[in-house]
């Protein structure tokens, strides 16, 4: 397993931008997939970026709803064993606790079950 550690959450108004991190030590070789989920209050975590390493690119991921297609952006820098949240154009429906995951490649879909390593999340708040 990894350990993972967010930061970047916060408070912002509509239309604002914040850019989540996620530190990551431990065997980082075996958890090739990294993902970002979040917990609103009363709701179902859900997936909102996911990606793994392929033969010659990295692939990412987005949820096929489009709650977030535009606006999120996830990237990964190896060097510094971190991955990123990018979110511009925040709704107050983006309000949630946000979780990095990590999990083996071959697994890595939207099912936070498959992802075994969980960070201990970070707030975020959008006022409209």
């Known amino acids: 397993q990894v350990q993972l550690q967010e930061s970047g959450g916060g408070s912002v108004q509509a239309g604002g931008s914040l850019r989540l991190t996620c530190e990551v030590s431990g065997n980082i070789a075996s958890r090739d997939c990294m993902g970002w989920f979040r917990q609103a209050p009363g709701k179902e975590r859900e997936g909102v970026a996911r990606?793994?390493?392929?033969?010659?690119?990295?692939?990412?991921?987005?949820p096929d709803s489009g709650s977030v297609k535009g606006r999120f952006t996830i990237s990964r820098d190896n060097a510094k064993n971190t991955i990123y949240l990018q979110m511009n154009d925040l709704k107050p429906e983006d309000s949630a606790v946000y979780y990095c995951a990590a999990g083996a490649a071959l697994t890595c879909t939207w099912n936070s079950n498959t992802f075994d390593s969980w960070g201990q999340g970070t707030q975020v708040t959008v006022t409209s």
């Open positions: 990606m793994y390493p392929g033969t010659n690119r990295m692939h990412t991921y987005y």
